[in-house]
């Protein structure tokens, strides 16, 4: 081979190893960011259907009407209560029924929660809370224990025996609902919200009150509200959110309250509850709860007093808000609540 023929050789070759390389870098740049699940999903408004497909409002009305089910449900979750409370138990009426979701070390925000917005006492109204966490696995670990004494101090935790972490949030929630449908099916509403969250009681209270005179049916409502996001799917794969197309496969999601705060009307929550015993799990409570809703008939209502953000605290910006997220900080939450509550 003379130099010419090296040459063209030498040549040939770093242009298929260039082609290789873009190849390589084209098919990595695909697959990191689900490029291929994005063209591949199926169209939401053409073709959404999730298990159990069968209508599922007929099954609701059979349960609520104590009939034979024509079905079996296929979601009932395999966890017990390792905790009661007899919040609910001898009181005809409750205006508002308060399902905090909390993580089991997080002492310090329910604490500060009891002395804020859950400490229940709202002249002439009946207002209860309760919260929810799962286990470690250690049942004599430093935690339990402290929370067995919380327990014992309080009698306002309901714990249940699954791994408590942020995967299970839907196992919690759905848990959540099984208690206040068996143990509480009488409040009139439900507000579910996490334990780092500014709630105005009050503020809430109002938001039901105009409403309910803007309905006179109100008390056979479906109400299911906070703030409500129309949004698709994450298929990058770096995403602690992403989702695949064998795990859903549809083009967005259905409409859905986020997670960090929202309200049930009595007759929705027990719809909700009764509906997801049909409804296939899926890891994110909130949409779980938005497939849910959607099967059951349920339009979930933006309220824009909800905030899935933290919204910057003033005395003239908070005065309409009913929940802001990100309160992990007990003292500026007692400051705030106290600004607003005690002026």
Not at 146 to 164: N, P, S, V
Not at 268 to 290: E, N, P
Not at 313 to 320: G, K, V
């Amino acid at each position: 081979m003379n130099l010419r023929q090296l040459s063209k050789y030498l040549k040939k070759k770093r242009n298929f190893l260039k082609c290789v390389v873009c190849a390589i870098v084209l098919w990595c740049t695909y697959d990191y960011f689900g490029i291929g699940d994005y063209l591949h999903a199926s169209s939401f408004e053409n073709d959404f259907h999730y298990p159990l497909d069968v209508n599922i409002k007929d099954l609701v009305n059979e349960v609520l009407s104590n009939q034979k089910l024509s079905v079996t449900p296929i979601n009932y979750y395999p966890y017990s209560f390792l905790s009661n409370s007899g919040k609910c138990t001898n009181i005809e009426k409750i205006d508002l029924m308060i399902v905090v979701k909390s993580a089991m070390d997080h002492f310090g925000h329910r604490d500060t929660i009891r002395k804020t917005y859950g400490n229940e006492d709202i002249p002439g109204r009946t207002v209860k809370i309760l919260f929810f966490l799962g286990v470690d696995g250690k049942p004599k670990s430093d935690v339990q224990r402290q929370i067995d004494q919380e327990m014992a101090d309080f009698h306002d935790i309901i714990q249940m025996d699954f791994i408590d972490y942020y995967y299970n949030n839907t196992i919690k929630t759905m848990m959540s609902f099984r208690w206040v449908y068996e143990h509480c099916s009488h409040a009139d509403y439900y507000l579910f919200t996490d334990d780092d969250m500014y709630i105005s009681v009050n503020n809430l209270l109002g938001y039901l009150h105009d409403r309910l005179d803007a309905s006179s049916a109100l008390q056979g409502d479906l109400l299911f509200t906070g703030y409500v996001f129309h949004s698709a799917p994450q298929r990058f794969r770096f995403s602690k959110w992403r989702v695949s197309l064998e795990e859903y496969r549809w083009d967005r999601w259905p409409d859905y309250v986020t997670a960090a705060a929202y309200v049930l009307s009595n007759k929705a929550m027990r719809v909700m509850y009764i509906g997801s015993l049909f409804v296939k799990h899926f890891r994110f409570d909130d949409i779980y709860l938005g497939i849910v809703a959607k099967k059951v008939g349920i339009t979930p209502e933006h309220c824009p007093h909800f905030y899935f953000h933290k919204k910057k605290f003033s005395l003239d910006a908070y005065e309409d808000v009913i929940a802001s997220h990100g309160y992990h900080d007990h003292d500026e939450l007692i400051r705030v609540w106290h600004e607003m509550n005690c002026k």
